[in-house]
């Protein structure tokens, strides 16, 4: 039997392999893919070819083939011999998945939704929602303090829905693209600043009376941590979500960071314990489970900001899409509207 995976086979080349679907090993199981997120910012950089993709390693060239897709959703079709708390059936959440027909998981990478009334539409966001949900946690952010988001993408948007729920105000969205600041302000944020502005810093001081407090970086470019810099209290703190892989940039680290005692916080997801939650650091596995927990009380949703749902046979067009765009939306792709 063989599954349809899409691949990443050369720069700007993305392609749908079929490939043996094997037997999931002792503390495996295999997951049958329901729906699948698209990761704009990660899977542009890998689908173009950059070097530096893969967290702090360091790589002299670029290499081929890679395989895109981490966050989504499927139910379990077989387990492991060592694997005691799944089952046939079991509908589940994963990490670090890829997206393919079928995936063999380790159970480390597996959340069972407890909750029959979750789509696997939101479930298949809750690996991702992880991502601005442990930069906040590392913030230490306090109920009523301010907090700027720079930037409105997929963790942008995802990170002014968890910061509502969190209690911070006001949230200060900046994107460049009118659009996003509309987004950003339809799903919570209170204002929603062009970053070109030249009255932008001003503007976020005067609202926050002195500065932001907390701040998600989330363009992962210079001008962006400059930026944000410029609208910070003393003794903010700012998240570097957004993966900053180049170091073409200068920033003024004494009248931006050291004057003003500001912290410069790194928020890469893997950046975490593995094992054990302790107070601004929580596993991946206790952010998911607390991300459901929201959604069974009602209390956060992010299913509706999913803008396109395609069949992975249209893969494509919707990769071309994403290396020529400036602007992707969030896109999942929904695995039961393609043939056996």
Known sequence: ?????????????????????NDPDAGEVQVKLMVSTISSGTERANLVGEINVSGAQILDKAYFP?????????????VGSNVKNYKTGD??????SVHSQYCNMPVSNVR????????????ALWHISTFPLAAIRKCGLELGESA???GVGVLGIIGIKQ???AGAAPIIAVDPKKEKRELALSVGADYAFDPYDKEFAKKVKEITNGGANVCL?????????????????????????GCTRSSDFNVDFY???????????????????????SPKMWTEFDDVMAMQRLFSTGRLKLGDLVEETHSPSGYKEVYERLASEPTFPIVQFDWRLLNE
Do not use: Q
Not at 1 to 10: E, G, H, P, R, V
Not at 217 to 241: H, I, K, Q, S, Y
């Open 91 to 96: 509908r589940v959440a994963l990490s670090w």
């Open 148 to 150: 700027l988001v720079m």
């Open 1 to 21: 039997m063989k599954k349809k995976t899409i691949l990443f086979t050369a720069p700007y080349t993305a392609e749908m392999i079929e490939e043996e679907i």
């Open 255 to 277: 009248h931006k960071v050291h004057a003003p005692g500001i912290s410069l916080i790194g928020a890469h997801t893997l950046a975490r314990p593995k094992c054990e939650s």
């Open 112 to 123: 069972k939704i407890y909750d029959d009334s979750i789509p696997f539409e939101e479930a």
């Open 217 to 241: 970086e989330v363009t992962g470019v210079g001008a962006g941590l400059n930026g944000a810099l410029d609208c910070m209290a003393p003794f903010g703190r700012v998240a570097l979500l």
């Open 66 to 78: 890679r395989r895109p897709g981490y966050s989504s959703s499927g139910v379990i079709v077989k």
């Open 163 to 165: 910061l509502k729920v």
